[in-house]
């Protein structure tokens, strides 16, 4: 019914910069806040940022000043602009969005993409 498909991640030096790209599919009527998360080797999930559909962002403390969340309503696609890249950024970065589904009826479901890897290395 609905699919999120993330693309950007890569190998980057230290001080590089990475553009994340996640595009939601599907039966959607909306999609209310995204976000992208990420995990580490041995970590739990963590927020990196989220976005409303009014363009309100959150962000948490490490990405502050460094990462820029956006998103292209028109195109549901949520974007991440990772600048100053450090090592303890390499992890699977995951997107999510809260879309509300035309069944017919109207449905609302929190769901995830596959996740992209992101390794930050000299």
């Known amino acids: 019914q609905v699919q999120l498909v993330e693309s950007g991640g890569g190998l980057v030096q230290p001080g590089g910069s990475l553009r994340l790209s996640c595009a939601a599919s599907g039966s959607i009527f909306s999609i209310n806040a995204m976000g992208w998360y990420r995990q580490a080797p041995g970590k739990q999930r963590e927020l990196v940022a989220a976005i409303t559909s009014g363009d309100s962002t959150n962000y948490a403390n490490f990405a502050k000043g460094r990462f820029t969340i956006s998103r292209v309503n028109a195109k549901n696609t949520v974007y991440l602009q990772m600048n100053s890249l450090k090592p303890e950024d390499t992890a699977v970065y995951y997107c999510?969005?809260?879309?509300?589904?035309?069944?017919?009826?109207?449905?609302?479901?929190?769901?995830w993409g596959q996740g992209t890897q992101v390794t930050v290395s000299s």
């Open positions: 999510n969005a809260e879309i509300i589904l035309n069944l017919g009826h109207l449905r609302r479901g929190d769901y």
